[in-house]
């Protein structure tokens, strides 16, 4: 009797990890931000076991820090700042999100997650529409270049054609004059000769 084939197993560390955010950013002086969620995916045909570690515990309450996954499912974990005094502003802790298969005790996959605490949303938001400014006026700076070229470009193109024009129609009148003058030299060889005929 065939046995069916054995589902290969996963090594240690290398199922990837699908989480979202990757970045979780606590601003001290909005309280709505003190709390924030990750979602958890699992697009596998198996169960996923979790776990979440901290490098800094004290500073967050993890709630359902573990827990299980269903296949191709979701599961939001919820992560709140406990600590937001100016001593921890700017400074970057890291969760462990770890996963493993329900029959197995050993971790098939982890993801990093950096979180960052910062003073104040309005300072953060004006540093962004500050740096949004300037990426504008650079933008701006630029096309005005591209335009200043263009237009120098078409400028020295115009004039280029003006004298070339000039010149051919320079050429044109001394190609007449030379023409006028072989005519009338022509004339007047005709003449003398008809003259020393006559003679």
């Known amino acids: 009797?065939?046995?069916?084939?054995?589902?290969?197993?996963?090594?240690?560390?290398?199922?990837?990890?699908?989480?979202?955010?990757?970045?979780?950013?606590?601003?001290?002086?909005?309280?709505?931000?003190?709390?924030?969620?990750?979602?958890?995916?699992?697009?596998?045909?198996?169960?996923?076991?979790?776990?979440?570690l901290c490098t800094t515990p004290n500073k967050y309450v993890v709630v359902d820090a573990a827990g299980a996954v269903k296949?191709?499912?979701?599961?939001?974990?919820?992560?709140?700042?406990?600590d937001v005094r100016p001593c921890h502003y700017d400074v970057?802790?890291?969760?462990?999100?770890?996963?493993s298969e329900q029959s197995q005790g050993k971790a098939l996959g982890r993801k990093e997650i950096i979180a960052t605490l910062l003073p104040s949303a309005k300072e953060q938001r004006k540093e962004e529409e500050e740096k949004r400014i300037k990426e504008h006026l650079a933008e701006s700076v630029f096309f005005e270049q591209m335009l200043y070229v263009k237009i120098t470009f078409a400028v020295f193109k115009k004039v280029n054609e003006n004298e070339l024009g000039t010149m051919n129609g320079y050429c044109k009148e001394e190609n007449l004059a030379l023409m006028s003058r072989n005519t009338l030299k022509l004339g007047?060889?005709?003449?003398?000769?008809?003259?020393?005929?006559?003679g």
């Open 1 to 52: 009797m065939q046995q069916p084939p054995r589902q290969p197993e996963l090594g240690e560390g290398n199922l990837p990890v699908f989480v979202f955010p990757t970045e979780l950013i606590f601003y001290a002086d909005d309280q709505s931000t003190h709390k924030q969620v990750l979602t958890l995916y699992n697009p596998y045909e198996f169960a996923l076991k979790f776990k979440v």
């Open 71 to 82: 296949p191709q499912c979701c599961v939001d974990i919820v992560i709140r700042h406990r």
């Open 92 to 99: 970057i802790d890291k969760f462990r999100l770890q996963v």
């Open 188 to 198: 007047l060889y005709k003449s003398e000769m008809g003259y020393l005929r006559a």
